[in-house]
């Protein structure tokens, strides 16, 4: 059996077992077979779309309203997710500006197959524009 520590992992790009998800609980959902790639892993589109509802919602919170989606920066893939897994993503508000709200998300797997593993799979920034009635940019208010 091999062991790691946190250095380890996070020069790996992967999760130390005491490594917790940050930021808040946006979406939870279940990795299903529709889903699935010809090698039987779950399609990256499908994590980064579920990523990327998560971060809209909590967009959308932050900034009072309609957003729309206009960057993902630093997008990593670190471990596969399998049918079964139910993703979880959380989202943090790391910066607001004028008009836009950027959002970093953690996607995390909990593994079916070893009951009560929790292991990060993916993250990255996106960054959601604030958008009026009309679908123009809008003020993001300041609190």
């Not at 892993?41 to 919170?61: H, K, N, R, S, Y």
């Not at 920066?73 to 910066?95: K, N, Q, S, T």
């Not at 990255?124 to 940019?137: P, Q, S, W």
Request: overall charge neutral; proline content about 4%; aromatic content about 6%.
């Amino acid at each position: 059996m091999t062991t790691h520590n946190a250095a380890d992992a996070a020069a790996s790009g992967a999760a130390a077992e005491d490594e917790q998800p940050r930021g808040e609980l946006a979406i939870r959902t279940l990795a299903m077979p529709a889903d699935t790639n010809p090698s039987g892993d779950i399609f990256g589109g499908w994590v980064m779309a579920q990523m990327d509802v998560a971060g809209g919602i909590t967009a959308a919170q932050r900034a009072g309203g309609r957003v729309a989606t206009v960057a993902v920066d630093g997008f990593i893939f670190h471990r596969p997710v399998y049918v079964g897994d139910v993703l979880c993503c959380y989202a943090e508000v790391i910066r607001v500006g004028n008009t836009s709200v950027a959002i970093r998300i953690e996607a995390w797997a909990l593994r079916q197959r070893a009951r009560d593993r929790r292991v990060r799979v993916t993250e990255g920034i996106f960054t959601f524009v604030a958008l009026d009635e009309h679908g123009n940019k809008r003020p993001v208010p300041k609190s």
